[in-house]
C-alpha cells in the first residue's frame, strides 16, 4: 500500500479528485502543486493509514516510517536542505486534513524541527537572531499545546508576566535575548509538568504531531461535531507535512486569508486580510487587526492601515492572478492561505468556501451568466433547506443571543415581542399595535386569532406536527415548539426558566430556524428575494419533473403560495375552515348536535360559508388544480373545554350546559388523533360529507361561471384504511355531485380519491385504487400509525432518540424512507397496477424537506404538497432530484 503521496515544485502524485484518500487539504495542495502553482513542498500521509492506526491498536504501518523519511529527502532534495541537519536547516509544518472541514481536531503545528542547537542555525540563515527565537518559542507553545496536551493559557501567563515585567505591550517589542529568557521559562514548566524535557529530537517531534493528527480523530470535539454533521467515522483523516515558509520574516513577510468572492453578500471580489511579520495563527488569534487586502476594500471599510496591493504590490498581482485561476479551475468560489516569505508568495490552502444563502444565490448566478458553470449546475449548488434563510426575517448573524431555552423548530424565522399567554390578550394587544409572541402550553383551534394576531408562537409541548407548529407553517409565522425547560403558569401569568420569571409584557424572541428562544430584542435582517433569488426558480422549474403544490386553505395563504410558485393546492383542510370566529360555534353545534335533525341545521349555517370558501380559492387558483379533503377533525381540536366554552355553546345551542356536558363527555375520546376522525365521521354521519361536496360543487359552479376557466375539484377522503369506507363516502359524493349539475344544468368534471395515511390502506392499495381516482399519502399519519409514535407528544423522547443515536432524523420531519417510504413505493406501485394513470402526491409535512422529496421522485409521484413558505425549497428540491 502507498501511504504516503509527495507533492513539490510543479509535480504531486495525487490530485483534486484524491479527496478521500488525501483529504481536502491534501488533495488541494497536490492539485495547485500540478498546476505549477507556489506551493511549499510537501506530503500527505493517507486518511488510510489513519484507519490502519486505529485498526492496530494505534500503532503505524510497518513501512510508514521509511515512507515518511523518503518524503522527507523528497522535500530536501527540492529545498536544497536536510530535516534535522543544523547546515541546511529544513524545518516543517504539520497539519491534520480530513475529507470535509472539520474544527475540533488537531490543527497545526508550524515551525517544526526547532531545537537548542537548530535554532541558533535560523538565527544565522535568517541573519535574523529575534525572528529564529521568536519562532521557537511560537513552536514550543503550539507543540505543547496540540501534542503533549499542556494549557495554552500556562504559556500565555508566563509571556504578560515577562511583557509586563520589561513594560512592553506587544509582543513584537521583546528582542531575542528576551525570547530567550521566555523559552527557558516555557522548557522549565514543561520539564515541571510532564516530568520530561521538552522533545529535542526532530524526529521526534514529527512522530509526536503525525500521531497527534491521527489521535485528534478520536477526541471529543471531533466526535461531537462528526455526529453533528453525519461524517462517518470510518473516513479518517489525512496529515499534511510541508516545508516551512515564513510570515514572520520582517516587514517583506506577511500571512493571510481569502475568498475569491465575498462570503455574504456574493460579490465578486477579492475579500481577505493579511498581517506583516506574522504566522498563520496570529490573524485568527486578533490580537493585531488585520489589514485588507485590496486598495477598494481598505477604502470601503475606511481603515487607514495600507492594503496589500499598496505595500506589496508585486506579491499582490501574483496573488490575485493565482486566485483568479483557482476560481477558474475549481469554478467555485475559493477559500485561499497565504504566506508571503520576503517578498514571494507561497500558497498554503484553496477549498471551496462557505456562503450565507443569499451569496450562494449571487454566485450561483454570476458565475451561470459568467458561463464558469451551467445553469444546471447553478441549481445544484443552493441549498434548499437554506432558502428560508431568504423568506422570513432571521436574526442578525452579528447580533448577541441571550438563549433561554431550546425547543424544535417548528416554523422558520425569528420574531420579538412582548409575551402574552392567551389569544384573547394577543389579539388585544395587537389592536394597540403591539407585537406579542403568543405562549402556550399547547395550541388549540380556539388560538387561530391569537396565533393570526402574533408575531410567532412558542409552545412548551408538542412536535413538529402538532397543531401550533402545522399552523403555524401554514401561516408562515415563526414558531418553536415543545420547548420544555420553560414552566407555563396561565394562572399566574408567568413563565420562569433557569430560576428567572417572565411576566406578559416582557420582551422575548424566538428564532424558528433552530428553536432558541431568546430573552429581550434582537437586530434583525428583513427578507430579500432579489433578481438572483427569482432566475434560480426559473432555471429550476425548467428541470423539475413533479410539480409542487401548496397546503393552504385560507385565500391568504393560497395568495402566498401563488406568489412563491404553487402549482394548486395538494390539501385543504376543510376543518381548517371553520377554526375562525363564530364558524367554531356552528362547528361545534355540528359535533354536538345529537340528532339527525339537530346536526343539519347547523350544516345548513355552515353551507354558505364552506360554498364562498371553495369559490375563494378556486378564483385564487384559477383554473389550477385545487384537492378539497372532506372534514377530519380530530374531535378533541373542537370540543368546549372550559366551563365559559360551554356556557356559550349551550346558549348558542339553546340546551341546557348539563345536558352539553354529558353529550362532551359521551363524545370524549382516549386517543383522538386515532378516533373518530377522517371518513368514519362521514360514515356515521353521511349527511356532514353532503354538505362539503355541496359546497365545493356549487362552487365550482359557481367559479366556472365567474372566470370563464372551468374548475375541476378534486375530493379527497381522509383516513380511509377499507376500500368500503371510500365506496360508502364515494357513493354520497356522486350523488350529490349529479343533484348540483341537474339543479344547474352545469356539468362539473371532477375527481374523487383517497390519503394513504394507515398502513393498510398502502397494503390494499390495489383494492383502494380501483374506487380512487389518485391517492395523497398522508405522511404525518402514516408515520404515527407505522411507528406507533403519537403525532402529538413524540417531542418528549425522540429528542432523547436523536442524541442516543437511536433515530438519525425525526421521522415527522424528514420521511423514515426505509419503513414509512417502503409503505408509499408499495402503494405506488400497488395503485398503478390498478389504475396506471392515477395521480399521485405527497401532502404531510415531508412534502417540504428536500430528502423526502428526493425519494419522491425516485417513486415517480406527480406532486408534492407543502406549506406555503416551503413551495420554493420544493421547487429547488425537486429540481435537484430530477437530474
Ligand atoms: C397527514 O396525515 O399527513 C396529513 C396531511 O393530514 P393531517 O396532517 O391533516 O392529518
Ligand atoms: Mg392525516
Redo the contacts with the bound molecule.
Keep these: 500500500t502507498k501511504w504516503v503521496y509527495t507533492f513539490g515544485d510543479g509535480a504531486a502524485e495525487g490530485r483534486a479528485g484524491d479527496r478521500n484518500l488525501l483529504g481536502g487539504k491534501g488533495a488541494n495542495l497536490a492539485e495547485m502543486c500540478s498546476l505549477g502553482l507556489p506551493v511549499p513542498p510537501g506530503f500527505t500521509i493517507t486518511t488510510e493509514a489513519c484507519n490502519w492506526f486505529y485498526a492496530n491498536g494505534r500503532t503505524y504501518p510497518p513501512s510508514l516510517e521509511a515512507d515518511v523519511l523518503a518524503a522527507l529527502d523528497h522535500i530536501g532534495a527540492l529545498t536544497g536542505r536536510r530535516f534535522g541537519d543544523p547546515e541546511k536547516l529544513l524545518l516543517v509544518s504539520v497539519r491534520s486534513g480530513a475529507r470535509a472541514s472539520m474544527p475540533g481536531m488537531m490543527d497545526t503545528v508550524l515551525n517544526l524541527g526547532l531545537n537548542d542547537e537548530t535554532v541558533e542555525a535560523l538565527a544565522t540563515d535568517s541573519g535574523d537572531a529575534r525572528f529564529a527565537y521568536d519562532s521557537y518559542r511560537r513552536f514550543i507553545q503550539m507543540y505543547s499545546n496540540v501534542v503533549l496536551d499542556l494549557d495554552h493559557e500556562v504559556f500565555e501567563e508566563i509571556l504578560e508576566e515577562e511583557k509586563a515585567r520589561l513594560g512592553y505591550e506587544l509582543d513584537t517589542e521583546l528582542s531575542a535575548i528576551e525570547w530567550q529568557g521566555v523559552i527557558a521559562h516555557y522548557k522549565a514548566t514543561i520539564e515541571e509538568e510532564l516530568g520530561e524535557p521538552f522533545p529535542q529530537d526532530p524526529r521526534e517531534q514529527l512522530w509526536g504531531a503525525i500521531g497527534a493528527v491521527f489521535s485528534s480523530w478520536m477526541n471529543h470535539r471531533a466526535i461531537t461535531y462528526r455526529r453533528l454533521h453525519d461524517i462517518p467515522e470510518s473516513w479518517g483523516t489525512a496529515v499534511n507535512v510541508q516545508a516551512m515558509v515564513f510570515g514572520n520574516m520582517g516587514e517583506t513577510s506577511a500571512t493571510g486569508v481569502a475568498f475569491t468572492r465575498n462570503p455574504s453578500t456574493g460579490e465578486k471580489m477579492l475579500y481577505g486580510e493579511f498581517l506583516v511579520n506574522a504566522q498563520g495563527e496570529d490573524v485568527v488569534a486578533g490580537i493585531r487587526t488585520p489589514q485588507s487586502i485590496t486598495e477598494k476594500a481598505r477604502i470601503d471599510s475606511g481603515s487607514d492601515k495600507p492594503s496589500l496591493q499598496k505595500v506589496m504590490p508585486e506579491a499582490f498581482a501574483s496573488f490575485v492572478e493565482i486566485s483568479e485561476r483557482l476560481e477558474k479551475h475549481y469554478r467555485d468560489m475559493q477559500d485561499l492561505e497565504f504566506t508571503i516569505e520576503r517578498g514571494k508568495l507561497w500558497m498554503l490552502q484553496t477549498r471551496s468556501g462557505k456562503r450565507t444563502a443569499k451569496a450562494a444565490l449571487r454566485m450561483a448566478v454570476d458565475m451561470a451568466a459568467e458561463g464558469l458553470i451551467g445553469k444546471e449546475e447553478a441549481v445544484a449548488r443552493i441549498d434548499p433547506a437554506s432558502l428560508d434563510q431568504l423568506l422570513h426575517p432571521t436574526i442578525d448573524p452579528k447580533a448577541e443571543r441571550n438563549v433561554i431555552a431550546i425547543g424544535l423548530p417548528a416554523s422558520p424565522g425569528a420574531a420579538t415581542g412582548e409575551i402574552v399567554f392567551s389569544s384573547h390578550d394577543a389579539e388585544e394587544a395587537k389592536a394597540l399595535g403591539k407585537k406579542v409572541i403568543l405562549v402556550r402550553i399547547e395550541t388549540s383551534p380556539e388560538d387561530i386569532h391569537g396565533m393570526h394576531a402574533a408575531e410567532g408562537i412558542l409552545t412548551t409541548r408538542g412536535g413538529m406536527?402538532s397543531h401550533a407548529a402545522?399552523v403555524a407553517r401554514g401561516m408562515g409565522k415563526p414558531c418553536v415548539s415543545g420547548a420544555g425547560s420553560l414552566r407555563v403558569d396561565y394562572r399566574a401569568g408567568t413563565l420562569m426558566v433557569m430560576g428567572e420569571t417572565f411576566r406578559k409584557g416582557d420582551i422575548v424572541t424566538i428564532d424558528g430556524g433552530n428553536g432558541q428562544v431568546l430573552k429581550g430584542p434582537v437586530a434583525m435582517l428583513q427578507p430579500e428575494l432579489s433578481g438572483d433569488f427569482a432566475a434560480i426558480m426559473e432555471w429550476a422549474d425548467a428541470t423539475r419533473r413533479m410539480k409542487v403544490r401548496t397546503n393552504a386553505e385560507t385565500p391568504a395563504d393560497a395568495r402566498m403560495a401563488r406568489s412563491f410558485g404553487a402549482e394548486g393546492i395538494g390539501?385543504c383542510?376543510t376543518e381548517h375552515m371553520f377554526f375562525e370566529g363564530d364558524r367554531i360555534i356552528a362547528m361545534r353545534e355540528m359535533i354536538l348536535a345529537d340528532t339527525e335533525k339537530d346536526r343539519r341545521a347547523a350544516l345548513a349555517k355552515l353551507l354558505p360559508m364552506q360554498r364562498s370558501d371553495f369559490l375563494e380559492l378556486f378564483e385564487i387558483m384559477a383554473g389550477l388544480p385545487v384537492t378539497i379533503r372532506l372534514l377530519?377533525p380530530p374531535l378533541h381540536e373542537f370540543l368546549p373545554k372550559t366551563e365559559e366554552e360551554i356556557a356559550e355553546v349551550a346558549s348558542v345551542m339553546n340546551v341546557s350546559a348539563e345536558k352539553l356536558r354529558q353529550r362532551t363527555e359521551t363524545l370524549h375520546e382516549f386517543n383522538p388523533m386515532l378516533g373518530h376522525r377522517g371518513c368514519r365521521l362521514a360514515v356515521s354521519y353521511p349527511e356532514i360529507a353532503e354538505m362539503q361536496a355541496r359546497a365545493i360543487f356549487e362552487a365550482a359552479v359557481e367559479a366556472g361561471r365567474k372566470t370563464g376557466n372551468p374548475v375541476v375539484p378534486e375530493i379527497m377522503v381522509p383516513l380511509v384504511g377499507l376500500k368500503t369506507e371510500l365506496d360508502f363516502v364515494k357513493a354520497s359524493i356522486d350523488a350529490v355531485a349529479k343533484s348540483v349539475m341537474d339543479e344547474t344544468g352545469v356539468t362539473v368534471e371532477y375527481l374523487t380519491g383517497t390519503?394513504i395515511?394507515l398502513p393498510r390502506a398502502a397494503i390494499r392499495a390495489h383494492v383502494i385504487a380501483e374506487a380512487a381516482e389518485f391517492f395523497s399519502f398522508?405522511?404525518?399519519?402514516?408515520t404515527q400509525t407505522t411507528f406507533g409514535i403519537s403525532r402529538d407528544d413524540a417531542a418528549s423522547f425522540l429528542d432523547i432518540y436523536r442524541q442516543k443515536g437511536i433515530v438519525e432524523q425525526d421521522p415527522f420531519v424528514s420521511l423514515d424512507i426505509d419503513g414509512v417510504g417502503e409503505l408509499v413505493r408499495m402503494a405506488a406501485e400497488k395503485g398503478r397496477a390498478t389504475r396506471p394513470d392515477i395521480k399521485l402526491g405527497i401532502?404531510?409535512e415531508h412534502g417540504g424537506d428536500p430528502a423526502s422529496i428526493h425519494f419522491c421522485e425516485e417513486v415517480g409521484l406527480d406532486y408534492v404538497s407543502c406549506s406555503p413558505y416551503r413551495v420554493p425549497i420544493a421547487r429547488l428540491a425537486a429540481a435537484q432530484a430530477a437530474v
Excluded at 398522508?778 to 402514516?782: E, S
Design positions: 406536527t402545522v390539501l383542510r377530519d390519503m395515511e398522508g405522511t404525518n399519519d402514516l401532502c404531510g
